[in-house]
């Protein structure tokens, strides 16, 4: 059983940066690959990035790649994403979920555990 809490989300001004956290119970964090997901009101959930569980290989959603960066430390059983050149269309209520095998990562199904999520804001 892995339970995860975001934190870190807030009100920024376009152009601006965020980095929100997702941190996780259970001894066994390390042996998850972890996921970013979002969801703006009226859309579907979307896949924002994602990261193995020893943070070798990490994807990324084609409208994030290149601004936003996901890391993790397992010897915290946190995993990060950093938010940089936000842009209004980034708002939405991030989700971090981990997944116990390294497969189809952007499908939100494929994961076993979800955060509450935190809401970011973008400003225009």
């Known amino acids: 059983q892995v339970q995860l809490v975001e934190s870190g989300g807030g009100l920024v001004q376009a152009g601006g940066s965020l980095r929100v956290s997702c941190a996780a119970s259970?001894?066994?964090?390390?042996?998850?690959?972890m996921g970013w997901f979002r969801q703006a009101p009226g859309k579907e959930r979307e896949f924002v990035a994602a990261?193995?569980?020893?943070?070798?290989?990490?994807a990324y959603a084609d409208s994030v790649k290149g601004r936003f960066t996901i890391s993790r430390d397992n010897a915290k059983n946190t995993v990060y994403l950093q938010m940089n050149s936000l842009k209004p269309d980034d708002t939405a209520v991030y989700y971090c979920?981990?997944?116990?095998?390294?497969?189809?990562?952007?499908?939100?199904?494929?994961?076993?555990?979800w955060g509450q999520g935190t809401q970011v804001t973008v400003s225009s």
């Open positions: 990261i193995s569980w020893s943070g070798g290989s990490t």
């Open positions: 259970g001894r066994t964090f390390s042996s998850y690959g």
């Open positions: 979920a981990a997944n116990s095998k390294w497969v189809g990562i952007t499908l939100g199904a494929r994961y076993d555990y």
